[in-house]
């Protein structure tokens, strides 16, 4: 038996036949298992849909409560039996609900891992390394370059500058789920107490995050029309990425444009996009993370995919593991 024949890549996603579901379609399908809420994975239409709770609640929040026909609640750590294939869904460490899927069948297991990373995120569950006969891999920073810096170093970058600039407002952008509300916490864990202003595209997102125990502290609307433009003098404002290319985030007063992304590394993405304060925080994985997990998990094979596949799989070669890219289409590193 070949691992393809359990779980292969087709133009609507991941599809296993002897389960005949897809995980993360891209097109519309009948049975979908879902790794985690960002655009790319998480998609409406689909007729069945298996996610952990948390994400089947992000999806109704993002897409409407009829954003499939029948939903199917997947408890971290239990097996579930789909067709002759069992599935299992274990921590990934991504963003709030995400999740990496197993699936097992005549005595072969695969990991579906979705997007992950392995640092600490105060706003879900750590990634857990679950043993596999093929692992599936992200590849969004899997370059040696790239190598995410410590993230309370990155905090206290932006905590300092609002202190020198007392007068300026400070304007993060940052993606609407996951990365804001992270941003949000690890300032908190900071020590920041005042309020918060935010986008009022992050605030149905943010309000199920506080509703789900994740102490954001006080958020208030970012809204100008409401004050004057001198109230926002000095303060912490977090906004979409859409909404911070916009003029939106200039209607504030001498703003210190900063941006929350794993791009950030890169002087000329944050260049530009205009960014004074880049802050190098990502829910991807770096390549030391990457290398790692494919140590932990002890996979016979890996399959690489949505990233910069040559590097990982050259790298697995080299330590003797068999490795190919997927070329999976249809998922972007926007959420970063
Ligand atoms: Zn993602």
């Given at each position: 038996?070949?691992?393809?024949?359990?779980?292969?890549?087709?133009?609507?996603?991941?599809?296993?036949?002897?389960?005949?579901?897809y995980i993360d379609p891209?097109?519309?399908?009948?049975?979908?298992?879902?790794?985690?809420?960002?655009?790319?994975?998480?998609?409406?239409?689909?007729?069945?849909?298996?996610?952990?709770?948390?994400?089947?609640?992000?999806?109704?929040?993002?897409?409407?409560?009829?954003?499939?026909?029948?939903?199917?609640?997947?408890?971290?750590?239990?097996?579930?039996?789909?067709?002759?294939?069992?599935?299992?869904?274990?921590?990934?460490?991504?963003?709030?609900g995400s999740a990496q899927?197993?699936?097992?069948?005549?005595?072969?297991?695969?990991?579906?891992?979705?997007?992950?990373?392995?640092?600490?995120?105060?706003?879900?569950?750590?990634?857990?390394?679950?043993?596999?006969?093929?692992?599936?891999?992200?590849?969004?920073?899997?370059?040696?370059?790239?190598?995410?810096?410590?993230?309370?170093?990155?905090?206290?970058?932006?905590?300092?500058?609002?202190?020198?600039?007392?007068?300026?407002?400070?304007?993060?952008?940052?993606?609407?789920?996951?990365?804001?509300?992270?941003?949000?916490?690890?300032?908190?864990?900071?020590?920041?107490?005042?309020?918060?202003?935010?986008?009022?595209?992050?605030?149905?997102?943010?309000?199920?995050?506080?509703?789900?125990?994740?102490?954001?502290?006080?958020?208030?609307?970012?809204?100008?029309?409401?004050?004057?433009?001198?109230?926002?003098?000095?303060?912490?404002?977090?906004?979409?990425?859409?909404?911070?290319?916009?003029?939106?985030?200039?209607?504030?007063?001498?703003?210190?444009?900063?941006?929350?992304?794993?791009?950030?590394?890169?002087?000329?993405?944050?260049?530009?996009?205009?960014?004074?304060?880049?802050?190098?925080?990502?829910?991807?994985?770096?390549?030391?993370?990457?290398?790692?997990?494919?140590?932990?998990?002890?996979?016979?094979?890996?399959?690489?995919?949505?990233?910069?596949?040559?590097?990982?799989?050259?790298?697995?070669?080299?330590?003797?593991?068999?490795?190919?890219?997927?070329?999976?289409?249809?998922?972007?590193?926007?959420?970063?």
């Open positions: 038996m070949k691992a393809d024949d359990l779980l292969h890549p087709t133009r609507k996603g991941l599809y296993c036949p002897p389960g005949d579901f891209v097109g519309k399908v009948d049975r979908a298992l879902v790794t985690h809420g960002h655009a790319d994975h998480a998609r409406p239409g689909n007729r069945a849909v298996m996610a952990t709770r948390e994400t089947l609640d992000i999806m109704a929040i993002r897409y409407g409560e009829d954003f499939c026909e029948t939903r199917q609640v997947a408890e971290l750590g239990k097996t579930t039996t789909i067709g002759d294939v069992t599935v299992s869904f274990h921590p990934a460490g991504h963003v709030y899927i197993a699936v097992e069948w005549k005595g072969m297991r695969i990991v579906a891992s979705g997007d992950y990373k392995r640092r600490r995120d105060p706003t879900c569950a750590a990634f857990e390394p679950v043993k596999c006969d093929v692992f599936i891999t992200e590849a969004t920073f899997a370059l040696p370059v790239f190598r995410h810096p410590d993230t309370a170093a990155e905090v206290e970058k932006l905590l300092v500058s609002m202190r020198r600039f007392p007068e300026r407002a400070h304007i993060v952008g940052a993606y609407a789920l996951g990365k804001a509300q992270r941003v949000i916490r690890h300032v908190r864990e900071a020590g920041y107490d005042k309020p918060i202003y935010i986008h009022g595209a992050l605030k149905k997102l943010c309000d199920f995050y506080q509703h789900e125990g994740i102490e954001l502290g006080e958020l208030r609307p970012a809204t100008i029309e409401t004050g004057k433009k001198g109230d926002f003098a000095g303060a912490l404002i977090v906004g979409t990425p859409s909404a911070f290319a916009d003029k939106w985030a200039r209607r504030f007063p001498d703003p210190v444009a900063s941006f929350a992304s794993g791009w950030m590394r890169v002087r000329q993405r944050a260049r530009q996009r205009g960014v004074e304060l880049p802050l190098i925080l990502s829910d991807h994985s770096d390549w030391d993370e990457l290398t790692q997990t494919i140590k932990d998990v002890e996979a016979e094979e890996v399959w690489v995919t949505h990233g910069r596949e040559e590097a990982l799989v050259r790298w697995c070669e080299l330590q003797g593991v068999a490795a190919r890219p997927l070329h999976l289409v249809g998922y972007e590193d926007e959420a970063e």
